[in-house]
T-cell receptor, first 111, second 116 residues
Framework: RKEVEQDPGPFNVPEGATVAFNCTYS??????FFWYRQDCRKEPKLLMS???SGNEDGRFTAQLNRASQYISLLIRDSKLSDSATYLC????????????FGAGTTVTVRA | EADIYQTPRYLVIGTGKKITLECSQT?????MYWYQQDPGMELHLIHY???????EKGDLSSESTVSRIRTEHFPLTLESARPSHTSQYLC???????????????FGPGTRLTVT
C-alpha cells in the first residue's frame, strides 16, 4: 500500500462547477499536509498548507480529517485555468522535513 | 515567487558523459532536495540535505551524487550518464525551522535530461 494515495482522475468538470477530491495517508502520526498544483511539464507550485481546523484561500478549501486519515481539496466556481494535476504531500514525522507526495489528481475544466 | 534556480533547463547528452545539474536558492533555506519525475508519473525523492556538509539518499535509489558545500548551492552529478537517467530532475528547498510555514517546499523549474 502506498503511503500517500490519490484518485488519479481525471475529473472533467464544466466551468463554474465545484470539484472535490481526497488524498489518504497511511501514517496516523503524520504531522504536516500540503496541496501542490503541477501544470504539464512544469514544477509543482505550493497551493496551500492544510491546517487542522481547515482553511480557505479564495475558491480553494482544504480540510484535514485525522480520524479517517485523509485531506481534501475543494475548488469552487472552477475556471479553465484550474486545469492541472493536484498533488498532495505529507510529512510523516515531527523531526523530519521530507515530503511524501501522492501521484496526483488530474482536473480538467472545460468551457 | 520562490527564488530557486536550476541550470541547464534542458540537456541532451550522449551516453557515458559526466554531467552536473546545478541548483541554487537565494532564500537562505537550510533544507534542500532533489526529486526525479518521469512524464505523467509521481515525484520521487532521490537526495536531500539538511545543511552544509550534510547529504542523504532519498527514497528512490539513484546513481547520482550530491554535495552541499554552501548553503545556497546543491548540485547533482552523474558520473556516467545512461539512457535510463533520462527524466526530469527537480530541486526544492525549505526553511526547515520548526513552525507552521517552515515545512513548505519550493521548487525550481527543473532540468529535463535526455541521454541518447
Amino acid at each position: 500500500r502506498k503511503e500517500v494515495e490519490q484518485d488519479p482522475g481525471p475529473f472533467n468538470v464544466p466551468e463554474g462547477a465545484t470539484v472535490a477530491f481526497n488524498c489518504t495517508y497511511s501514517n496516523s502520526a503524520s504531522q504536516s499536509f500540503f496541496w501542490y498544483r503541477q501544470d504539464c511539464r512544469k514544477e509543482p507550485k505550493l497551493l496551500m498548507s492544510v491546517y487542522s481546523s481547515g482553511n480557505e484561500d479564495g475558491r480553494f478549501t482544504a480540510q484535514l480529517n485525522r480520524a479517517s486519515q485523509y485531506i481534501s481539496l475543494l475548488i469552487r466556481d472552477s475556471k479553465l485555468s484550474d486545469s492541472a494535476t493536484y498533488l498532495c504531500a505529507v510529512i510523516f514525522r515531527s523531526n523530519d522535513y521530507k515530503l511524501s507526495f501522492g501521484a496526483g489528481t488530474t482536473v480538467t475544466v472545460r468551457a | 515567487e520562490a527564488d530557486i534556480y536550476q541550470t541547464p533547463r534542458y540537456l541532451v547528452i550522449g551516453t557515458g558523459k559526466k554531467i552536473t545539474l546545478e541548483c541554487s536558492q537565494t532564500m537562505g533555506h537550510d533544507k534542500m532536495y532533489w526529486y526525479q519525475q518521469d512524464p505523467g508519473m509521481e515525484l520521487h525523492l532521490i537526495h536531500y540535505s539538511y545543511g552544509v556538509n550534510s547529504t542523504e539518499k532519498g527514497d528512490l535509489s539513484s546513481e547520482s551524487t550530491v554535495s552541499r558545500i554552501r548553503t545556497e548551492h546543491f548540485p547533482l552529478t552523474l558520473e556516467s550518464a545512461r539512457p535510463s537517467h533520462t527524466s526530469q530532475y527537480l530541486c526544492a528547498s525549505s526553511e526547515g525551522i520548526r513552525g507552521r510555514s517552515s515545512y513548505e517546499q519550493y521548487f525550481g523549474p527543473g532540468t529535463r535530461l535526455t541521454v541518447t
